[in-house]
């Protein structure tokens, strides 16, 4: 995901509720796409002092998985998209990947291997081919490497879905089935979960006609979709994703969020009161599962930790938990 928040009163600060991740299912991306952001061990301190127990990173940036060790903070490591056809060319190629930031962070929590970002048939074909070979690759590099408990999958975006309402429905578009149901096939022999970036915020300014800003903010009634009622549309999103899992050979296949998030600014319906709204609605929504999978709680990462002034459209600036100088920006509870 590519993304000026006046100054707060200190009286304001003082009223904010400290963001407490005692769940593990919670977590927060750290995108460093600003000039102005706190330093590596600043960022784990912070992580650390308000018990965020997981940290998505888009690439290894060394500095931060220095950071990092010893933190006990799970870690969502990413691969870029312009190393994919390097790693999926050789075995070398992804063995080296590994051991140099994997297996040279002994002390780092590497969770999950997040191989390449919102790739797809669709809009990224020059990538796109070599996902699944990076992915058996770099799997492979890790058992070489005598590494346990790692899993490796993919970073989709919800555009792979041709079908998504009602969430029942929901299937892969046709351009991208046979891609998707070779991934689904990897991850359900490997154990792994899919991992999947979703942002009610686009499906709601794409769709005003249908779709109801309290609907997108965790807020309102909820409506009835294909005779399923859904409080929101985040979980309706999320059940048409597992709707279509299911339909490619991954009946049991969990799902993990690590991108999900509200700009407080700078674009359409993108205000304080919305991210605050969305986020503190999330926060508390993603232990309760979906009707489809009532009760499971959905591991989910939040976008993002802080603002990033150097990313463009303006709103994509905005995204942020924290300002750059590491003031929360809502009085969210998250407990």
């Known amino acids: 995901m590519n993304r000026f928040i006046p100054a707060m009163p200190l009286l304001v600060l003082l009223l904010l509720v400290t963001l407490n991740f005692s769940d593990a299912q919670v977590g927060v991306c750290n995108g460093m796409l600003g000039n102005n952001l706190p330093s590596p061990p600043d960022v784990v301190a912070l992580y650390k002092?308000?018990?965020?127990?997981?940290?998505?990173?888009?690439?290894?940036?060394?500095?931060?998985?220095?950071?990092?060790?010893?933190?006990?903070?799970?870690?969502?490591?990413?691969?870029?998209?312009?190393?994919?056809?390097?790693?999926?060319?050789?075995?070398?190629?992804?063995?080296?990947?590994?051991?140099?930031?994997?297996?040279?962070?002994?002390?780092?929590?590497?969770?999950?291997?997040?191989?390449?970002?919102?790739?797809?048939?669709?809009?990224?074909?020059?990538?796109?081919?070599?996902?699944?070979?990076?992915?058996?690759?770099?799997?492979?590099?890790?058992?070489?490497?005598?590494?346990?408990?790692?899993?490796?999958?993919?970073?989709?975006?919800?555009?792979?879905?041709?079908?998504?309402?009602?969430?029942?429905?929901?299937?892969?578009?046709?351009?991208?089935?046979?891609?998707?149901?070779?991934?689904?096939?990897?991850?359900?022999?490997?154990?792994?979960?899919?991992?999947?970036?979703?942002?009610p915020y686009f499906a709601y300014i794409n769709n005003k006609a249908q779709i109801s800003l309290d609907y997108a903010l965790f807020r309102g009634d909820g409506v009835v979709a294909g005779g399923v009622k859904y409080q929101n549309l985040f979980s309706a999103i999320l059940d048409a994703m597992y709707s279509a899992v299911e339909k490619s050979g991954g009946p049991n296949l969990e799902i993990v969020v690590t991108e999900s998030g509200w700009p407080s600014a700078g674009g359409d319906t993108t205000t304080m009161d919305n991210a605050k709204s969305y986020y503190t609605g999330l926060v508390g929504h993603v232990k309760d599962g979906t009707p489809k999978r009532p009760g499971r709680a959905i591991e989910t990462y939040l976008?993002?930790?802080?603002?990033?002034?150097?990313?463009?459209?303006?709103?994509?600036?905005?995204?942020?938990?924290f300002t750059a100088d590491k003031q929360p920006k809502y009085p969210i509870n998250f407990s």
């Open 49 to 199: 002092q308000n018990n965020i127990q997981g940290m998505r990173l888009f690439d290894p940036h060394l500095p931060t998985l220095q950071a990092l060790g010893g933190s006990d903070i799970s870690v969502v490591l990413g691969v870029r998209n312009e190393d994919l056809e390097s790693l999926g060319a050789t075995q070398a190629n992804a063995d080296a990947w590994v051991q140099t930031n994997v297996k040279n962070f002994p002390t780092v929590k590497v969770k999950y291997i997040g191989v390449g970002n919102e790739i797809s048939p669709l809009k990224s074909a020059t990538f796109a081919p070599f996902v699944l070979p990076a992915m058996k690759n770099i799997a492979t590099a890790i058992s070489n490497a005598g590494l346990v408990g790692i899993k490796v999958s993919p970073v989709v975006s919800t555009e792979v879905l041709g079908t998504s309402y009602p969430p029942s429905a929901g299937a892969f578009a046709p351009a991208a089935s046979t891609y998707m149901t070779d991934i689904v096939g990897f991850l359900v022999g490997n154990g792994a979960p899919l991992l999947v970036n979703i942002y």
């Open 303 to 321: 976008f993002a930790m802080f603002d990033e002034n150097q990313k463009t459209p303006e709103y994509e600036k905005n995204f942020g938990v």
